[in-house]
């Protein structure tokens, strides 16, 4: 449980937590899928339905995908990413939460896009001032639901310790990181039953995103 006064930090996720982006997250899966069916790294059986395009990008890695194949995919991945953020628009209340979180702590987004993409919707919103760092897959070992952007931003902010920082995510892949790096999570929009029904333990969950300040302020 978090103890008052130990908020120094927060780490955003960014689509669907902090934007509306546009990206056809379906069709970027198929479209990975298809790669990789068709190079032979997974059968065409694959249970697709039950990945997202991370936890198969990192299936596909543990299994033995070439670099060169890797490269690929992280193109593919790119394209809809960028494409998406074309009209990207901000969550109800994320400007008024970021203006009263301004200066007043670090904030980081941690995101499994490109840096390209993530720094083009940030513009694009008119948000990217408000944030101390943007992590992209391009600071990652492995992506979310792997914990290595969480422990990416705990080493550029050493004097914040794990348990002075919150992570807010949409999603069970981000609520799972920040576990495991020792974080503790809040779930926007996504209930606390899925959640946990994914193995997630959240603090708190909200539907609006301005109700995280009760969170932190009360912590």
Known sequence: ???????????FDMDNTLLQSNIDFPAMKHDVYR???????????????????????????????TDEMYETIIKITEKHELKGMEGAG??????????????????????NNSVTAARKALEITQIIAYFDLIIGREHMTSL???????????????????DEWVAVGDSWIDGKASNDAGIAFI??????EEMIKRGVKPIGQVNNIIEILSFIRSS
């Open 187 to 192: 779930s926007y929009g996504t209930t606390m």
């Open 90 to 111: 901000l969550e109800p209340g994320v400007r008024e939460l970021l203006e009263a979180l301004y200066k007043n702590y670090v904030l980081v987004i941690v995101t």
């Open 1 to 11: 449980m978090l103890r008052t006064g130990t908020i120094k930090g927060i780490l």
């Open 35 to 65: 790669f990789l069916v068709r190079h032979k790294v997974i059968p065409a059986e694959f249970p697709v339905q039950e990945h997202t395009t991370s936890t198969l990008i990192e299936h596909a890695k543990n299994t033995g995908m």
């Open 144 to 162: 979310k639901p792997s914990p290595s952007g969480f422990h990416y931003a705990k080493k550029q902010f050493e004097h914040i310790s794990s």
